[in-house]
């Protein structure tokens, strides 16, 4: 307990997109997509609670400048009307930043989560529809585990767990822009024609049954090679991902972190991960997360 109420946590797991699909522009400047998207428990930790002040405020260790939990907790109290006292958002950063893991939209999420909590409605069904409005991975991080993601991230189906799979993810010194990615995707013509979108979704849909293996013939990102050509060292990543054994090696969302995958126990996967984190520091093993903890 703090002086003013107790303090609440969430961890706020990074993603890895095991499979992106990429669609036109729409009309609101979003791509079309379709994705197979995983929390892991390469996660981030935040805590709510009681700022002594009237205000909100965000820290975040590490990560200087606007922050889109700000946002969260503004976007609860405007949707939900909650006027409780001034919160302190904290944040402890663990998912590696600006490099397609959805680290800042999963810590939204998490703020989103915590301020219903702390509002006394927990699962507050405005959640849903307050997430797309802060950004398009943030759908499919408020509710952690395994989706299928259509629309430009808003619309998300839950699925159950795949066979058990461990993920080697390997950083990178570089950080990428989001926007520079899908821009880099338009001008080498990656986009695919709709009537692909919803074969491929409904592969995947088919493909990723319950305690199904992973799908390697549908693991692809279609953003990979505009990733590679903004950042072309992503290409030592993959290639020590596939050195390491990895059945799959993708850059995750809009990169440029690289993720092996690696199916069953991977015994013998920390010590690759160990062995790269002088070339690619911060390097770990991750698991699948099927339901986030409070
Ligand atoms: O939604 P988010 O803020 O993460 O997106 C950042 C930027 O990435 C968007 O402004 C847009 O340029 C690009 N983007 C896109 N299509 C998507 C998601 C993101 O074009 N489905």
């Not at 791509?31 to 405020?57: F, I, K, M, N, Y």
């Not at 999420?109 to 943030?138: E, F, K, N, T």
């Not at 080498?188 to 849909?205: F, I, K």
Request: overall charge negative.
């Amino acid at each position: 307990m703090t002086a003013g109420g107790p303090v609440l946590r969430d961890t706020a797991p990074g993603k890895v997109n095991l499979c992106l699909v990429l669609g036109d522009t729409r009309a609101d400047g979003l791509h079309a997509l379709v994705s197979l998207v995983q929390s892991l428990t390469l996660a981030d930790e935040v805590t709510l609670e009681p700022s002594g002040g009237s205000r909100d405020e965000v820290v975040c260790p590490g990560v200087p400048g606007p922050n889109l939990a700000a946002d969260a907790l503004a976007a609860y109290r405007a949707a939900s009307g909650w006027d409780g006292p001034g919160q302190r958002l904290t944040i402890t950063k663990r998912v590696p930043v600006a490099a397609g893991m959805g680290g800042g939209s999963s810590d939204a999420a998490a703020a989103l989560r915590l301020a219903a909590r702390a509002a006394g409605q927990p699962g507050d069904p405005r959640l849903a529809a307050l997430a797309p409005g802060l950004g398009s991975d943030v759908p499919a991080l408020l509710t952690p585990g395994l989706c299928l993601v259509s629309g430009a991230g808003e619309e998300v189906r839950p699925l159950a767990p795949l066979a058990s799979f461990r993920a080697l993810v390997l950083p990178s010194r570089a950080r990428l822009s989001t926007p520079d990615v899908f821009r880099e995707a338009d001008r080498l013509g990656l986009a695919r024609p709709p009537e692909e979108l919803a074969r491929r979704a409904a592969a995947l849909a088919a493909a990723a049954q319950p305690g199904a293996p992973l799908p390697l013939w549908l693991l692809a990102n279609d953003l990979e090679p505009a990733a590679r050509s903004l950042c072309p060292s992503i290409d030592d990543a993959l290639a020590a991902a596939r050195e390491a054994g990895a059945a799959a090696a993708l850059v995750s969302g809009s990169g440029p972190t690289v993720v092996g995958l690696f199916p069953g126990a991977a015994p013998g996967l920390e010590a690759a991960a160990s062995a790269l984190a002088g070339r690619f520091p911060g390097a770990c093993v991750a698991d699948p997360v099927a339901v986030s903890g409070p």
